[in-house]
Structure formats: C-alpha cells, structure tokens
C-alpha cells in the first residue's frame, strides 16, 4: 500500500516560513517523480512545484518562484517545500503527490495523492 504523508503545515503571519514534509512508503522513492499542490477554499487545485526523480530538475508555479523551494531526499523518502516570505494568498491545504513519470504540473499525471496539510497566512 502507497502512502503519502504530509507534515509541517501550520498558522502563520504574512513573511513567515514554514517547511512541508512529505513521507513516503510503499513504493520504490526514487523512481517517482514528486510534486505539491494546493487548494483554497472554493478554488480548484492548482500546481505549486514538482521535482524529479533525481532532483535535479524543479518546476514552479509562477506566484511561488523565488519564495518556494522544493526538494527531496532520497535516503529518506521525503520531498519538502520550504516555503519563504508567505502571503495570505497561499492559504491552502497543500497536498504532495507522486507520479511514475516525469515531472509534471499536470495533476492527472500523478499516481498517488497525499491526504493534505493546512497552511493558513494571515495578514
């Protein structure tokens, strides 16, 4: 059984930090391509940053570039998304996922879902 665990989210003011861990088990790590949305309230999910399998190529979406970064560790079968200079708007519930393939900002393109962890920004 394949399971995603996501760790680290929180409650935090406008220019905080947090780092999101996501835990994976069940499947053979470094093979997989990892990558983390979110979602608002009444909003769909949209992409935030993938990686692929070997970290050496990272993807973002444009509103988290230069605040954003994602990474993994394969020994420990874990991705992160540190997540620098936060803003109100990136309240979500952000969700690792991981896809077989390439790294991809598509969501239909990744296999395995996490069961999400909550990041409220307050202004």
């Known amino acids: 059984q394949v399971l995603l665990v996501e760790s680290g989210g929180g409650s935090v003011q406008a220019g905080g930090s947090l780092r999101l861990s996501c835990a994976a088990s069940?499947?053979?790590?470094?093979?997989?391509?990892l990558g983390w949305f979110r979602q608002a309230p009444g909003k769909e999910r949209e992409f935030v940053a993938a990686?692929?399998?070997?970290?050496?190529?990272?993807f973002y979406t444009d509103s988290v570039k230069g605040r954003f970064t994602i990474s993994r560790d394969n020994a420990k079968n874990t991705v992160y998304l540190q997540m620098n200079s936060l803003k109100p708007e990136d309240t979500a519930v952000y969700y690792c996922?991981?896809?077989?393939?390439?790294?991809?900002?598509?969501?239909?393109?990744?296999?395995?879902w996490g069961q999400g962890t909550q990041v409220t920004v307050s202004s």
């Open positions: 996922a991981a896809n077989r393939g390439r790294a991809s900002t598509q969501n239909y393109h990744y296999d395995y």
């Open positions: 990686i692929n399998w070997a970290g050496g190529s990272t």
């Open positions: 069940g499947l053979i790590f470094n093979a997989y391509a």
